[in-house]
């Protein structure tokens, strides 16, 4: 079985929760099946919004556990420059650090930074960032984040020309897990919604973004699974035609 295929992740972003309160949001998302938790990280510099730092990250900490176990916090840096908050994110729970190569001078030290913290890495491409970015770091790097929108905001249309990046995004993450055996996540950000996230994954994501769809309803439950029943119908999609009976 393709890895691919294999595992569906939802990340609700909680940049769409009520931050008055983001404790009992945390948990609730939580409680209704998030796989990770998705932290938005903007600066009012690399991206025109400002929202929350590593104190808050450290203050939501204790709520991300289900059954006893951590649910990871997946933080997404929008921020120029990265490296000097990355200790601070690793220090207040984060288990998955992305940023945008953009946005360091010096991308494979900013990865091997992260690393250096026992915190997994992960490079964040706009929609207009190619993919040969990737060429030179793929394999110091457990997650590939592709944007679907421009960061900075929740709540924006998922870019339909991002398909066929995500195809090719995915071809290069197989080949990379084939050479070296470890694993790496396909994360797509931005306008993930039920009607598109069957495509989405049929394309050859494996961990969803979503915040909209996850906060605006007020059904949290329904809405994660309803995200994931779409999401694992295109991952199936996607198998039969990598593996025909
Ligand atoms: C956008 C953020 C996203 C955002 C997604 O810059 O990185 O994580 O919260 O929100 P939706 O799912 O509403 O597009
Ligand atoms: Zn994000």
């Known amino acids: 079985m393709p890895a691919s295929a294999s595992s569906c992740r939802i990340a609700p972003s909680i940049l769409s929760a009520d931050f008055s309160r983001l404790g009992e949001e945390v948990r609730a998302v939580i409680a209704a099946g998030a796989d990770l938790v998705h932290f938005d990280v903007m600066d009012n510099h690399y991206v ?78 706009n929609p207009a960032t190619p993919l040969d970015l990737l060429d030179h770091v793929i394999d110091q790097l457990d997650l590939v984040l ?21 195809e090719s995004a995915r071809r290069r993450v197989d080949a990379a897990m084939q050479r070296t055996g470890r694993a790496i996540w396909l994360e797509v950000d931005g306008g993930v919604k039920p009607d598109n996230i069957g495509r989405i994954a049929a394309a050859g994501v494996d961990t969803f973004v979503a915040g909209s769809a996850v906060f605006n309803g007020g059904r949290y439950g329904a809405a994660i699974d309803a995200l994931r029943s779409e999401a694992m119908a295109g991952m199936r999609r996607r198998q039969r035609i990598e593996e025909p009976a």
């Open 48 to 125: 025109p919004n400002l929202t929350m730092g590593p104190m808050v990250c450290q203050a939501i900490a204790p709520y991300c556990e289900r059954d006893g176990r951590r649910v990871p916090i997946d933080v997404h840096l929008m921020v120029k420059p990265v490296d000097a908050l990355i200790p601070m994110f690793a220090q207040a729970g984060a288990s998955i650090i992305s940023f945008h190569p953009e946005a360091s001078e010096h991308v494979d030290r900013t990865i091997e930074l992260i690393r250096s913290h026992g915190v997994k890495a992960g490079l964040a491409l």
């Open 146 to 166: 592709l944007m679907s929108v421009n960061p900075g905001f929740g709540g924006q249309s998922f870019i339909e020309r991002m398909l066929p990046k995500i």
